[in-house]
């Protein structure tokens, strides 16, 4: 579904991805694992077309999108979900699912009901809030609604952007076992994640990213074993310690 070939990218002068190559194939869970400024948020922006490659190649579903404009992206069938959750706060909940759904609204309202219906059976929350403004959700809230708000487009192809950021545990948990729901359902992920266990914990493959570079990647169970990942990511030195 999406490939990536020596990919580079950055921020004008500065070289943030460094030959980064890697696949998503349809239907499975894939994560990216890695440091804060390892370039996790520059690979999913440069995939989505917010930042520009100066070198490589990524082809989505056969279409080179690199050459295509970021607005254009979504209605090919990959939408991300962006860390933070960027939802419009003087809108409702139920505007901004709308709004993510502007790609099929050409399908008729009778589309549209029946994708709103289906974020409020995934997340039963949104229908109690579906008339209250966005800003006063709380976190956990939040990033249900821009889960929602990308899946209103029917994509192939969700990435999320550390969607575990600032929520309690509980409300991890709850997050997680939706995206897990999402890729039974048929639709796949790609998963940029700090919290490595939890993430490589429902993935089924995963790719380790250090200063820009893929230095380790397999099946997320070999992660989850490997000693030199455990160390870096998962803290199992600070857990023998004690």
């Known amino acids: 579904m999406l490939k990536i070939r020596n990919l580079e990218s950055g921020y004008g002068k500065i070289k943030v991805l460094k030959h980064v190559s ?7 869970i894939v994560t990216i694992i890695g440091a804060n400024g390892a370039g996790k948020t520059t690979l999913l922006s440069t995939i989505a077309g ?9 082809e ?9 404009k970021a607005a254009v992206i979504p209605g090919l069938g990959c939408v991300m979900v962006p860390e933070g959750r960027q939802v419009f706060a003087t809108m409702t909940v139920e505007e901004n699912l709308l709004l993510g759904g502007h790609p099929l609204q050409k399908q008729g309202k009778q589309v549209m009901t029946e994708l709103l219906e289906h974020q409020y059976e995934l997340f039963a929350i949104l229908r109690d809030r579906k008339k209250q403004l966005a800003g006063t959700l709380s976190g956990g809230e939040q990033q249900m609604l ?9 994509p192939s192809l969700v990435m999320m952007d550390e969607p575990s950021t600032g929520l309690a545990p509980l409300i991890v948990k709850e997050i997680f076992q939706i995206i897990v729901r999402l890729r039974d359902e048929g639709n796949t992920v790609l998963l940029v994640e700090q919290n490595a266990k939890a993430a490589l914990g429902i993935a089924d493959r995963g790719y380790v990213l250090e200063t ?12 989850l074993a490997n000693q030199d990942v455990q160390r870096a990511y998962l803290g199992r030195e600070k857990v023998e310690e004690k």
């Open 50 to 58: 917010l930042v520009k490659a100066s070198s490589g190649a990524a």
């Open 146 to 154: 821009a889960m929602g708000r990308a899946l209103m487009s029917r």
């Open 212 to 223: 820009g570079k893929i230095i380790v990647q397999g099946p997320a169970e070999d992660l």
């Open 60 to 68: 989505f579903k056969g279409t080179n999108i690199l050459k295509t």
């Open 22 to 28: 890697m696949h998503v194939d349809p239907g499975e």
